[in-house]
């Protein structure tokens, strides 16, 4: 065995100063740490006029949280690929909304339009639908679009459950563009401020159980891209109806 030495404080502490001499004396060989300046001072949040009382009443009705058992639909399977987009319409015209909103009514001419699909489909102003689990339940909901007469987009999502179909999102925008993103609607609408656009993201939930908008945004517009793939020199022109896009982007997931 080998004799046991004692080390004492002072030879420890000269140890730990040689260490440290000889990593200052590394870290200056490979790259010296350099400062990169003060830290900003953190600044809280600063409440401003607490003595006011907080409103009792939304300003207005976005139609928000707004949901409608659509009456006279069955959904096999609750697939609602198996349910014609049009005879959804159709039922919708008579659905009673959850709560009192008029953000969404359709107006008399596009009623008639949708009643008049099955005899006159060149003046149907229901489009093509599309497909996606926007509420996380497993199984794809409806996206319907309808043109209204007044120039905006009805925008509406269905989604079913034991063999009945909800709608649980009603919202009508002059919109550039639609997209789903994730499990996310995403509308893109012109805003009255030149060369800026509000994008909103409507989003499940499930509290509520209706499509809510959990992000509204203004952002500058991007610029309009040549063929070329370059930037056009000429100023993007106003955002109009004719016609809109509806887009399925990647998912999240």
């Known amino acids: 065995m080998r004799p046991h030495r004692r080390v004492t404080r002072r030879a420890k ?42 409103a009792s009443a939304a300003p207005y009705d976005y139609g928000e949280g707004a949901t409608a058992r659509i009456l006279g639909i069955t959904v096999p399977h ?12 159709q039922a919708d015209l008579l659905a009673t909304t959850s709560r009192s909103s008029g953000s969404d009514e359709l107006p008399a001419d596009t009623v008639r339009k949708i009643t008049a699909c099955r005899t006159a489909p060149t003046a149907c102003p229901v489009l093509q639908p599309y497909y996606r689990d926007l509420t996380g339940d497993g199984r794809d909901d409806m996206v319907l ?17 034991a063999g009945r179909l909800t709608r649980i999102m009603a919202v009508s925008d002059p919109v550039i563009s639609v997209e789903l993103a994730g499990w996310d609607v995403i509308m ?66």
Do not use: N
Not at 148 to 160: F, H, N, Q, W
Not at 205 to 233: C, F
């Open 13 to 54: 502490a000269a140890l730990v100063a040689g260490f440290g001499t000889a990593l200052l004396a590394g870290c200056g060989a490979g790259g010296e740490l350099k400062s990169a300046g003060r830290a900003p001072t953190a600044v809280g949040p600063a409440r401003l006029w607490p003595q006011l009382p907080p």
């Open 78 to 89: 609750d697939d609602v690929r198996e349910v014609d987009p049009v005879a959804v319409l």
């Open 145 to 161: 679009g309808v043109r209204r007469s007044d120039g905006r987009l009805s925008v509406r999502v269905y989604m079913a459950e």
């Open 188 to 253: 893109r609408v012109p805003s009255t401020i030149a060369g800026y656009e509000y994008r909103t993201a409507w989003s499940w939930d499930d509290h509520q159980r209706a499509m809510l908008p959990t992000r509204d945004e203004i952002l500058r517009k991007a610029p309009e891209t040549a063929p070329s793939g370059r930037p056009s020199a000429e100023p993007s022109p106003e955002p109009t109806m004719a016609p809109p896009t509806l887009t399925a982007s990647a998912g999240r997931r």
